[in-house]
């Protein structure tokens, strides 16, 4: 890891995490170019039950060649690293192994990383001063489609699409989203997973999923993150949406 960020090594929270862990354990590879976090990275992941790492790689195109190999079910990458770097690799990882999913862990919140970094295909986005439960459940998240942004990263998110505008032109007509839709979307925008946007809404998280779902298929998008990027897009989302989450 590089960048001039700060370098922590995960930390052990004393919150339970094996509520997390599905019944069949899921198939992680870690990628970190720093060793002394990409080891205790995976020490901690092992041990909250529901996850077995698979592989590490310290570099991107070594994480490109493990994929072929071993088609991980979610892959957790850090965006600075020398070489190839992780939205490089995200992009040539999801084309050889479509079926993984991304989780991006780093110290940036730079804008156009993030931006970057969700148009490569990377299903969440979170920073190294995460707890080990919020990594925990961004991992089984983006193994089930679902996405976990930091709240700051997802402000920077906004502010850069605000700021230069996005990438392409929002569609001529937009999608016709129910108000409880355009609700729920405001708050996977904000960061939250189906259970908390359940708690946030009074509703149950099988209705929440199958809002998200439906959104999806409105927005035209494969998964929660581009759904994010969308809703910027389109209006349907503002600074005080964000703050508020």
Do not use: C, W
């Not at 960048?3 to 090594?9: D, E, I, N, V, Y």
């Amino acid at each position: 890891m590089n960048g001039g960020g700060r370098t922590m090594a995960p930390v052990d929270e004393s919150e339970d995490t094996a509520a997390l862990a599905p019944e069949d354990p899921l198939r992680v590879m870690v990628v970190d170019d720093h060793d002394l976090f990409r080891s205790g990275l995976r020490r901690l992941l092992e041990r909250s039950g529901g996850i077995d790492v698979v592989a590490d790689a310290r570099r991107g195109d070594e994480a490109v060649q493990r994929a072929v190999e071993l088609r991980p079910d979610v892959v957790v990458m850090d965006i600075n690293m020398p070489g190839m770097s992780g939205v490089e690799a995200t992009r040539a990882l999801l084309e050889v192994s479509p079926q993984s999913a991304v989780l991006m862990l780093t110290v940036t919140a730079d804008q156009d990383a993030v931006l970057d970094a969700v148009l490569a295909g990377a299903r969440g986005y979170l920073l190294k001063d995460a707890t080990l439960p919020e990594i925990i459940r961004g991992v089984h998240g983006a193994a089930a489609g679902e996405s976990l942004i930091a709240p700051s990263v997802a402000g920077s998110l906004l502010e850069r699409l605000r700021r230069h505008g996005p990438p392409d032109a929002p569609p001529a007509a937009a999608p016709q989203l129910s108000p409880r839709e355009v609700d729920v979307l405001r708050l996977v925008v904000a960061g939250h997973d189906n259970a908390e946007i359940g708690r946030q809404l009074h509703l149950s998280a099988s209705t929440i999923k199958h809002h998200v779902s439906s959104s999806l298929e409105k927005l035209g998008v494969d998964n929660r993150v581009q759904a994010a990027v969308m809703a910027v897009r389109l209006g349907l989302v503002d600074e005080q949406d964000l703050r508020s989450g």
